[in-house]
C-alpha cells in the first residue's frame, strides 16, 4: 500500500537533489530516507528515480509522479496556510521572488521589516532577474515590473514605475542636450539588454501620440545598475526606472532630459496563480509592500 508521507519525502528529495539534505533537514538517516524512496517504488512496481553517486535524475515515471505530487503537496500547504489567519497569531511560510532592482532599492528591507512585525511567519525570498515559473516551481508571490499577459496568474497593481532618458552634466557639456527625440541618433546611448528583448528600441511620446525610435551605442548589458554607472561615467545617455537614479537626479550627478517624451512607465505588481487564492498573510504582506512602495513614492512618479 502506497504511504502518502512517502510520495511526500519524494517531493522533497527531488527538490532538494539529494538524500543527505532531506536527511538532515528531517532529522534522519540516509538508510531511513533511502528505504522509503525504495518502499514507495515497489508500492508502485515503477522506478522512480535513477541514482548515481553524484545526483538523482527521474524517469519518466518519476516525473509523472513528481508533477502530480508537488501540486498535491502545495495544495496542502495551501490548506495549512488558509486557517492560519484563524490563530492568535499570524503563522506560516511564504515563498517570494523579485527582480534585483526592486529588491535593493526599497522591497528586501520591507520584508525583513515585515517578517520583524511577524515572527511566527517564514519567508524565503529569492532575488534575482530570472522569469519564475510561480506554479511550477512552488512560489506565492512574486513582484514583476512588467505588462503582464498570463491568464493563469493574479496581478495586483503596488505602484507605477516613470521611467527617465537621463545623463551626466559632464557627458551633456561635451555633446550636448538633446531638444527632441530625433537627436539620441547623434548620441552614444546606453543599452540595456534584457534577455532576448530588442533592447536598441526606446518608447516615447511626441504630440501626445506613443512613438518608438532606434538608438545606437557601444554599450550593452543586461543590468541596470551597470547602465547607471555607465551613465555617471560619462559614457552616454541612459533610459533607466526614476528609482534607480532618484538620489543621483536630487545630488545633480544625473540629470533628466527629453522629460516631456519620455514614455515608458511600467507597473510593479505582486502576482500569484489563480490556484492558489492568497491566504490573510500574503495578503497582509502585499499591503506592507504596497505601503512601502507609496512611502517613497517621490522614487517612482
Known sequence: MVKADDIVLFVQVVDEGSFSKV??????TNSVVSKRIGRLEASLNVQLLYRTTRKLNLTDAGRTLYGKARLAKLAMQDAENAVT????????????????VSANLILSAAVADFCKQYPKITVELQINNRFVDLIGEGYDLA???????????????L??????????????????TPSEPSDLDKHECLIYKFESAGTDI???KIEGEDRQIQVKGRFHTNNLNAIRNAALCDLGIAFLPKALVHEELEDKH??????????????????YPKSRQPDQKLKLLVAHLRDALHNKEEYYC
Not at 536527511?23 to 534522519?28: C, Q, R, T, V
Not at 492568535?88 to 527582480?99: A, C, F, H, L, V
Not at 513582484?143 to 496581478?155: N, P, Q, V
Not at 540629470?255 to 514614455?263: F, H, K, N, P, R
Request: aromatic letters at 10%; glycine letters at 6%; one cysteine or more.
Open 23 to 28: 536527511a538532515e533537514k528531517l532529522s534522519l
Open 85 to 100: 489567519g484563524y490563530a492568535d497569531e499570524m503563522r506560516g511560510n511564504i515563498r517570494i521572488t523579485m527582480p534585483v
Open 143 to 157: 513582484i514583476r515590473t512588467a505588462y503582464l499577459e498570463d491568464s493563469s496568474l493574479i496581478a495586483r497593481r
Open 159 to 176: 505602484i507605477d514605475s516613470q521611467w527617465v532618458i537621463c545623463a551626466s552634466p559632464a557627458y551633456l557639456t561635451a555633446n550636448g
Open 202 to 204: 526606446w518608447p516615447v
Open 254 to 271: 544625473l540629470v533628466e532630459v527629453l522629460s516631456s517624451y519620455a514614455g515608458k512607465r511600467m507597473g510593479m505588481y505582486a502576482v
